[in-house]
């Protein structure tokens, strides 16, 4: 990449290109861009700590576009009638994906880390990125989440970390298939399971993933990945998991509410490990951080110091607060894995659930709302209530035809499911469930404003 580049960010406030304008950003290159929700007055305070960063900010109509001399970077999904779009194509602008700017800054990087799975990247990612920073090296870190223990008044959304000890650590995505695009010395490989694409079409993916890597990490739990690790020529990997063989083990596992403790067998010792991160979920997070760490040259026993001072991430089973006996819970949850591992760490423990879920689109219902449906059916109560507004809409042209209902309609064991289509009558029906004891979580992806409406429905519960 070069300095002497001028890169244009449509979408700029997305939580992939946020984190990766800020990187290109430190790296002395130019960048602007701009954001439907900066031209529809929503998350302010964001916007303005970009600009305060010196990036420029325009409306989404074309106008930050002035020369060909700019790189376009765009979704490959937004059409040609988006004025950026045209506009960047009516000046002969360079066009590329968020993926296609980060692998070439991470396959530049003389050491790289890549976290790849359907679960648990963002927080595997966070986690070796504070064990490499702890440990003296300095990592460039690329998150899809704003990481806590970076987070600072100069550097409120910290979901990026720019070092200098040639380093880099990210998470990849296997959604839109960029995963193809990297080129890891380390590729961690947290699970395989239904998200945005078929299991065939993963599998793939993530066995070309860990296949080219110089060392391989890969969970022992997970019955996919034990498969696709199985049919591959690697030729330096280790595991990590619960059960016996791994190479990175936990044992004498004790949960708690808002954090958890174990033994971490490795290599003949035995190390205590406690995490600020509740659920056996972060504890598998925690093993795959500290074999990558490892691998990368990291004493173990330093790595297990190192992950006790993780504090976790934003919107990451996030606890809002607690009012009048009830619990708010921010989560990222929005695919049947992880909607379970919250659910399942909820219910390790007393109180009824109220369970609210925004679709992150339509497409998301069709490709897996059957198992979405089953989880929640499955793993809560009759006193619980699992609650579904209408999907976030950014607007495009997508099929809309199968919405939230399809999902609350086949819930018929377990809690109580309701669909209502507008997201500010969920909360007024929230407000009324509420009692004293209860867990609110609030799931959803892609949609920075639930954390807002997490927070709303705090203040409005009884003190």
């Known amino acids: 990449m070069s300095k002497d ?49 010196g990036i420029g900010l ?83 870190i690329m998150n899809g989440a704003v990481m806590k223990n970076f987070v600072a008044d100069d550097a409120p959304f910290a979901s990026s970390r720019v070092g200098q000890g040639g380093i880099m650590v990210s998470e990849v995505d296997e959604s839109d298939g960029s995963i193809a695009l990297f080129d890891p010395e380390i590729a961690v490989l947290n699970n395989v399971s239904l998200d945005h694409k078929s299991l065939e079409e993963l599998r793939v993916l993530f066995g070309d993933f860990a296949g080219k890597a110089h060392h391989a990490v890969w969970n022992a739990d997970d019955a996919e990945t034990v498969a696709l690790v199985n049919g591959l020529s690697l030729t330096d990997s280790l595991s990590f998991g619960f059960g016996e063989g791994a190479n990175f083990r936990a044992t004498e596992i004790v949960d708690e509410p808002v954090s958890s403790r174990f033994v971490l067998e490795t290599g003949g010792q035995a190390l205590d490990v406690t995490l600020q991160v509740p659920g ?50 921010d989560d990222f949850g929005h695919n049947p894995d992880k909607i379970a591992a919250t659910l399942k760490t909820m219910k390790a423990f007393p109180g009824r659930i109220i369970a609210f879920f925004q679709p992150h689109g339509f497409g998301p219902i069709r490709k897996m709302g059957a198992e979405l449906a089953e989880v929640f059916a499955d793993l809560l109560d009759a006193d619980d209530k699992v609650l579904l507004s209408d999907p976030v809409y950014f607007g ?22 309701v669909h209502i289509a507008e997201r500010e009558v969920c909360g007024d029906r929230i407000v009324e469930w509420a009692r004293t004891g209860d867990r609110i979580v609030i799931m959803g992806a892609r949609d920075d404003t639930l954390s807002s409406f997490a927070a709303g429905i705090l203040e409005r519960l009884d003190g």
């Open 280 to 329: 056996r979920h972060n504890i598998a997070n925690a093993l795959a951080a500290m074999t990558a760490a490892s691998a990368a040259g990291v004493p173990v026993a330093k790595a297990a110091e190192a992950i006790a001072g993780f504090t976790g991430l934003a919107r990451r089973f996030d606890i809002v607060g607690t009012r009048g006996g009830i619990s708010v819970i």
């Open 396 to 417: 495009g042209t997508v099929d809309r035809s199968m919405g939230s209902e399809a999902i609350v309609d086949r819930i018929t064991s377990g809690p109580e499911a």
């Open 5 to 53: 580049k001028s890169y244009y960010f449509c979408g700029i406030g997305g939580s992939g290109m946020l984190p990766l304008a800020m990187i290109v950003r430190e790296s002395g290159a130019a960048v602007a861009g701009s954001d439907r929700a900066l031209d529809q007055g929503r998350l302010a305070a964001k916007f303005a700590w970009l600009q305060e960063k």
């Open 58 to 140: 325009f409306p989404q109509d074309g106008s930050g576009l002035t020369s060909g001399d700019q790189v376009l970077i765009a979704s490959a999904a937004i059409e040609d009638t988006v004025p950026d779009v045209a506009q960047a194509n009516a000046l002969g602008c360079q066009r590329m994906t968020r993926a296609e700017l980060l692998a070439e800054q991470f396959n530049a990087a003389a050491n790289s880390i890549a976290v790849g799975g359907t679960s648990g990247k963002s927080t595997v990612t966070g986690m070796i990125g504070w064990i490499l920073t702890e440990a003296g090296r300095d990592p460039t």
